[in-house]
């Protein structure tokens, strides 16, 4: 079974300061592990993919198959990256795609 | 290009009726998926279809149906709602093999 383990249902940062969205892991293939945001109002949306290996507003996002994790990163907050992020994982191809419960980032001014 | 479309975006039933949540799709996409967005529980997949004429379970499937109708649209029907079903409802679609999901706006149900 895949399975995805957000710890942190908050996270209150002040702008200017890192960010780190933590993301964990179960899979016994070859998972293909993504982040998605929400902003208010608005539909889910890709924010960036482990296979890309890119960076997203400033977002980047390592995948660690030791430590089975896929954390979010951002140097240095700012108050429109307040939002709902989700780590998702994929079976692959076609297949179903597994969700975390969310983080709520807050970025305070 | 509308991408991903759901109606009704709003609904309000009562315990034990019935409704049929539609969803479209106008991308050519092979899979496609249902889920439930609830405080705290994250998003949750209901079903979802991997290729036209196929649906499959997800982890949340109890009290729902789907019907993969065409290539085009995925549909999720709650034969006799209950308080426990008020939620979000996300259509989505695959965007290609890496998995990528491209997001309809949601369909908010309260049963009372």
């Known amino acids: 079974a895949q399975r995805v383990t957000q710890p942190e249902k908050l996270l209150s940062v002040f702008k200017g300061a890192p960010v780190e969205l933590k993301c964990n892991y179960s899979y016994s293939g070859s998972p293909e592990l993504f982040w998605y945001v929400q902003y208010s109002r608005q539909r889910l949306q890709l924010l960036l993919r482990h296979i890309s290996r890119e960076s997203i507003k400033g977002f980047t996002a390592d995948l660690n198959k030791g430590e089975t994790s896929f954390h979010l990163k951002k140097p240095f907050a700012q108050e429109e990256d307040s939002a709902m992020y989700y780590c998702?994982?994929?079976?692959?191809?076609?297949?179903?795609?597994?969700f975390g419960i969310g983080t709520k980032l807050q970025v305070i001014p | 290009n509308a991408g991903v479309t759901q109606t009704p975006k709003f609904q309000v039933l009562k315990t034990g009726q019935s409704m049929t949540l539609q969803c479209a799709q106008d991308m050519n996409h092979n899979s496609m998926y249902w889920y439930r967005q609830d405080p705290g529980m994250g998003l949750r997949l209901i079903y979802y279809?991997?290729?036209?004429?196929?649906?499959d379970k997800g982890e949340v499937p109890n009290g729902y149906n789907v019907s993969r109708l065409n290539k085009r649209e995925f549909s999720l029907r709650l034969e006799s709602a209950a308080p426990s079903q008020t939620s979000v409802y996300f259509c989505a679609s695959v965007v290609g093999p890496t998995g990528e999901l491209f997001f309809g706006e949601g369909s908010r149900l309260t049963v009372l």
């Open positions: 279809s991997a290729s036209e004429g196929t649906t």
């Open positions: 998702a994982l994929s079976s692959g191809g076609y297949q179903k795609v597994t």
